[in-house]
């Protein structure tokens, strides 16, 4: 048995005839086939990656993929079925995912390292993120803040526009232009509004993210508990850089006061200086100017999560889920990309806490707000075949196929 985790694999490899996107959720085969992963299932790889072979027991799974959450063994036995059917790998004759009887599981395929991602790579993987958005839900809780909900202002330059939607796509690049964006915007005579509290959030992500963009050795994390749990916020160069944040962000809340995301991203940056309290306090005056606001709700949800208060985390999101619907009409263009994936991840919380009634009712009412969301119907789907509903199980996915064109591989 292994210690997991000490030889870090880059989040793009070759796994057989598969190219392996981790950061993208995405496989896709010599062939031109392409799967999706979701989250968990996703970072099931990349735990089997890192292991170069050796056996991953149980036991370490449980911790490195639900941490500090209490899950069904039948949960882990459904992500690597998710994972082998992902993969097209047959359980009775395995090619990928071997399972050893009671000791765990390993990866039979070594990874293969990408050499030089080509321009065109990369420009498939950024396409295929906004489908995958229940993974950015994911690390929207705990490494981001979307600096802005409300569309920038005609005040606002265009080089903080191009800082916003470049931090969005979550990409060690994109940040790292959203960054220079945001300092020529707080270069000019007057600093422009959303400059400060962006570039700010942009150096907490750099911090729990990418940390080599500082210098460091350390790879990051998608979460600010694991990143918090790993020391990355610890070193030297963290530490120097939480503190520019911090004050860009305290200066950002001085400039104003009532400004909902800007006292988000303050609870953003203490929570990555592990100041709990303080960052709830942060929260608690966000929501006291725009109850509404929805960002602040799933930030304080990875907060509960974070001090073990399960109950009201999901609360969080629900309400997160419900302020969205309140908000809709007013801006649209920003709510529609996260709130299927916010109701998909709500789902799979009832699902790993075994409210599997509560997980239908979820994934229903995704599918009502939105038909034919494919995260939603591959959830769901799953959810279907796990209660014995085989039938209502393929009758969603022919129907899914029959009005997209598109495939998708349902269980069963």
Known sequence: MICVGSSAKPSSFRLGSWTVDLSAGRLENTAGSAQRLEPKVADLLRILAEADGQVVSRETLFDRLWPGVTVGEDTL???????????????????????????????????????????????????????????????????????????????????????????????????????????????????????????????????????????SERKGTSTMHAALSLGLTETPE????????????????????????????????????????????????????DPQNWGVQINLSELYDMRGEKQRAYAALTGAYEAMGRSYHSSPQHIAPWRAPLGVLIARRDEEAGRLDDAEAWYRRVLRDEPLHEDATVGFAALLASTGRDNDMHRLCNDYEERTGQSLSCAG
Not at 185 to 205: D, F, I, N, T, Y
Not at 245 to 264: F, K, M, N, T
Not at 273 to 280: E, K, S, V
């Open 77 to 215: 036995t459904r992500c690597v079925f998710k994972l082998r059917r992902a993969l097209g790998d047959d359980p009775k004759a395995p090619s990928f995912v071997e399972t050893v009887p009671k000791r765990g599981y390993r990866l039979m395929v070594s990874p293969e390292p990408l050499e030089h991602a080509s321009q065109d790579t990369a420009v498939a993987s950024r396409r295929w993120l906004p489908a995958g958005l229940a993974a950015a839900i994911v690390l929207l809780i705990g490494a981001t803040a979307l600096v802005s909900q409300e569309p920038v202002g005609h005040d606002a330059s265009v080089d903080v526009q191009r800082a916003h939607d470049r931090y969005m796509l979550f990409t060690r690049a994109d940040n790292e232009a959203a960054i220079d964006l945001y300092q020529r915007a707080l270069s000019k005579p007057k600093p422009e509004p959303g400059a400060e509290a962006g570039l700010a959030a942009a150096l907490v992500q750099r911090v729990v993210r990418w940390p080599e963009a500082m210098g």
């Open 238 to 289: 963290a530490q120097e850089t939480l503190l520019r944040a911090q004050a860009l962000a305290e200066r950002s809340v001085r400039r104003h006061p009532g400004d909902a995301d800007a006292w988000r991203v303050v609870g953003l940056v203490r929570t990555a200086q592990n100041d709990i309290d303080g960052a709830l306090e942060a929260y608690d005056n966000a929501l006291h100017h």
